[in-house]
């Protein structure tokens, strides 16, 4: 398993190939969005689809090919996605 420094790592040197550099800006103004929207506005149905359905960073994953729509009005499964957003990660 990868230490938090050693991500943090690969993360700085993969920043730095210009090749990532359109992906890189598409995902900082998503992360961006993501976190102006409301607790209140993401666990709606829009709001879970925006983040199942998040091209900004990747069209392979939930959403993108795989549907996800019943899980856009799950109120559980919404919960449960925002609360990962105020979830304390060990260092």
């Known amino acids: 398993m990868q ?3 050693q991500i943090r790592k ?3 040197t993969a920043f730095a190939n210009p090749l ?3 992906w890189r800006q598409n995902y900082e103004a998503f992360l961006a969005k993501v976190q102006k929207t409301s607790d209140e506005e ?3 149905p829009a709001g879970q689809e925006m983040l199942w ?3 900004a960073i990747t069209e392979l994953g939930p959403g993108g090919y795989v549907r996800m729509s019943g899980a ?3 109120p559980e499964i919404a919960r449960a996605v925002v609360d990962v957003r105020r979830r ?3 260092e």
Do not use: K
């Open 72 to 74: 856009f009005s799950d």
């Open 3 to 5: 230490t938090n420094e």
């Open 53 to 55: 359905s998040a091209t």
């Open 10 to 12: 690969l993360w700085a």
């Open 88 to 90: 304390l990660w060990p």
């Open 20 to 22: 990532w550099e359109p």
């Open 42 to 44: 993401l666990i709606t």
